[in-house]
């Protein structure tokens, strides 16, 4: 660990001489002292981690240094030690930005040494958090948060790239588990308001009696049950971006509320009078159709046209070819990591089994198959018998999807094949249909035997 650089301006050598001694008592700490101001800012170059200063010296007063030390960097603690015990100069000087004002007496050295440990925690704290930041960030580059190369995915880039450069509302329209909130954080940590919060709320899991407290806040005693003041999750989003998922879900009545916030881009807390200006951005998803919720009167056109923005379709999985692999790969990936497990590869079987999937629970259903097909497989090779469709949804999940008549059939046929043993003549029997015809099936592989 390198040395936690201090500077002691102090015109009283002997005194700075003390304070250095007491400091440096811990080895970590490298203590430079100047007799000026001018000869402390002529020596920043140096990088100092933390700057104490004396209130009154000669060439400068404390106040002016402080100002300039902060104009310089204001991340950089400044400690003023002072023998003014007037409240007023202490408050002072904190507004304009003084990290801690001690007053020289007794117990100085104490006072410092505790002021200098708790601005290197907090120093420690501020680069651990901005580290974590931008770990986040580059996780959702597009990159490193969606997979894929096939062009429905590329076009996705596109228009996240174009939503990256402008403030512009976002709405993010595809089938459950295509990834709606990993685009929406993937575009809020590349465009410039990436140091700002990214707040998500699902309109579904909220109760709708609570959606209004629950965006827009509360004052204490709005209502039964309001012990305190509630800040919304748009004041939380202020300089960031609030993300709504499953818009659709929401009240007719609270779209109304919504739409003024919008327009007037302000909010007033429930039971309050003040009103918040915001600088939000807006970025909604639904699985559903919301031009067609229009014209059944279920969602506001004037809302509708407010969010519409820029409008981003993703892809279910089973039309992006050969990013099915791709994913599937990166899944297991993860997940041996993850659990410390040798590295797992997909067989030929598997990876032909997992291209005629339909995925009706998309990118979220490949990864819960793909978990449960680590655990299962017997080696570092994942082989068809090893993926259980039926695991990951229900058995019966495939009559909500809108399929041809022959899929159905292949559907039932291996449902009935993998429940059986893969017994042809037996579910032959049972479905009252040739047992040519299931052979056929199998050897036109509509159906793989599990």
């Known amino acids: 660990m390198s040395a936690y650089k201090i500077f002691i301006v102090d015109d009283d050598p002997w005194y700075s001489e003390i304070l250095q001694y007491h400091l440096e008592l811990n080895p970590d700490y490298d203590v430079t002292r100047f007799d000026t101001g001018k000869d402390c800012l ?17 060439d400068m007063t404390g106040e002016e240094l402080l100002k300039r030390l902060n104009h310089w960097d204001k991340q950089v603690p400044v400690i003023v030690i002072s023998g003014q015990e007037e409240i007023g100069v202490a408050l002072s000087l904190m507004k304009q930005g003084a990290y801690d004002y001690i007053i020289k007496d007794d117990n100085t050295k104490d006072l410092l040494w505790n002021s200098v440990n708790r601005a290197r925690e907090t120093d420690a704290l501020r680069r651990e958090v901005a580290q974590l930041h931008e770990q986040l960030e580059d996780k959702f580059t597009f990159e490193k948060s969606i997979l894929g190369k096939s062009p429905a995915i590329q076009k996705t880039f596109k228009m996240m790239e174009k939503a990256c450069k402008t403030n ?18 993937a575009i809020h940590y590349n465009s410039e308001r990436k140091k700002k919060a990214f707040v998500a709320v699902n309109m579904a899991a909220i109760p709708k009696e609570l959606v209004e407290s629950e965006l827009f806040g509360h004052e204490k005693g709005a209502f039964t049950g309001a012990v305190s003041r509630k800040k919304g999750k748009f004041e939380e989003a ?6 709504l ?41 639904t699985h559903r159709d919301l031009q067609k919720e229009v014209a059944e009167g279920n969602f506001r056109e004037d809302l509708f046209y407010r969010l519409i923005g820029l409008p981003i379709e993703l892809a279910p999985l089973r039309e992006r070819g050969n990013d099915i692999l791709l994913l599937a790969q990166h899944f297991l990936d993860l997940f041996t990591k993850e659990n410390k497990m040798e590295s797992i590869k997909l067989s030929e079987d598997a990876r032909e089994k997992l291209m005629k999937y339909n995925f009706p629970g998309n990118v979220r259903e490949l990864k819960a198959m793909m978990d449960l097909a680590a655990v299962l497989c017997e080696d570092e090779t994942i082989t068809a018998n090893d993926i259980n469709y039926a695991s990951v949804r229900g058995d019966q999940a495939f009559l909500a999807e809108e399929k041809t008549l022959r899929q159905y059939t292949c559907d039932i046929v291996s449902y009935f094949l993998k429940k059986y043993d893969n017994d042809v003549v037996g579910v032959a029997q049972r479905l009252n249909v040739g047992k040519s015809t299931l052979y056929k099936m199998i050897k036109d592989k509509e159906i793989v035997l599990q």
């Open 42 to 58: 002529a020596s920043l170059h140096q990088r100092p981690d933390l700057i104490t200063i004396d209130y009154t010296m000669d």
């Open 168 to 185: 512009i509302n976002v709405s993010i329209t595809g089938e459950t588990g295509t990834g709606k909130e990993v685009v929406a954080k």
């Open 238 to 243: 202020q300089g960031g971006t609030i993300f």
């Open 245 to 285: 998922d499953e818009i659709a879900e929401l009240d007719l009545n609270l779209q109304s509320k919504l739409l003024r916030v919008l327009q007037e881009r302000e909010v007033t807390r429930i039971g309050g009078n003040e009103v918040i200006k915001l600088n939000v951005r807006v970025i909604v998803a």
